[in-house]
């Protein structure tokens, strides 16, 4: 069975910290990755998708990728009271459209 | 990206009625999926609504219970029948599409069965 861990904490980190999420699969065939924010009483947005191992950055958010380590994660710099949402790691395997969520981590961003 | 718009948004019902839940896109998308999510909890798929056919449905949901219609490439309805206060969830279409073939998420549909 695919699974997708995370840790479902509370992370508490202060303004302006640095917030790493992590996620490990046990799917050696995934290929695709996304982390997607969920505010409390809404859907899940996408904020990233890695494809290949490795950094990718977009503005504040970097996604890392470790295929050989079945290993993703999400590091938000310069964290904000508004980046305070629970963050899903999704895991799809290649050539497949459906995907396998983890639980999430509630990210906690005090002022 | 694709935007999905979901109707109604929110709901209350009685139990031993049925409420059909529709699901718009704004571009034509490739899979149309169908999630309920309980509050604390992550998703769980319902569905793939497939075009023109019959959905593919996961272990533990029937037809009889959650008819899905998908009948072009944007447009997509769940039925939940004969509900019970279990039903009472949020009820999310998502589609992929693009050329990433992301998935995206409508608003979500909150149900409540009393």
């Known amino acids: 069975q695919k699974e997708v861990e995370q840790n479902s904490g509370p992370l508490s980190v202060p303004e302006g910290a640095i917030a790493s999420l992590n996620c490990t699969y046990s799917?050696?065939?995934?290929?695709?990755f996304f982390w997607y924010r969920q505010y409390s009483g809404k859907s899940p947005e996408l904020i990233m998708f890695?494809?290949?191992?490795g950094d990718k950055e977009d503005g504040r958010f970097t996604a890392q990728l470790n295929k050989a380590s079945q290993y993703v994660s999400l590091l938000i710099r310069d964290s904000q009271p508004s980046d305070s949402a629970t963050y899903l790691c999704?895991?799809?395997?290649?050539?497949?459209?459906?995907?396998?969520f983890g639980r999430g981590t509630s990210l906690i961003v005090h002022p | 990206s694709a935007v999905i718009s979901q109707k109604p948004s929110r709901d209350i019902c009685q139990r031993g009625t049925s409420l059909t839940i529709q699901c718009q896109v704004d571009?034509?998308?490739?899979?149309m999926f169908w999630y309920r999510q309980q509050p604390g909890q992550s998703l769980t798929l319902i569905a793939t609504?497939?075009?023109?056919?019959?959905?593919?449905?996961e272990s533990g949901f029937v037809i009889d219970k959650f008819p899905i219609s998908r009948p072009n490439l944007t447009f997509s309805t769940l039925t939940v029948s004969n509900m019970s206060p279990e039903d009472s969830s949020i009820y999310l279409c998502?589609?992929?599409?693009?050329?990433?073939?992301?998935?995206?998420f409508g608003p979500g549909t909150r149900l409540l069965v009393l």
């Open positions: 799917d050696r065939g995934s290929q695709s």
């Open positions: 890695i494809y290949s191992n």
């Open positions: 999704v895991v799809r395997a290649g050539g497949s459209y459906i995907p396998t």
């Open positions: 571009s034509q998308v490739t899979m």
């Open positions: 609504a497939n075009q023109g056919s019959e959905a593919t449905y």
């Open positions: 998502s589609a992929v599409g693009g050329q990433s073939e992301t998935q995206y």
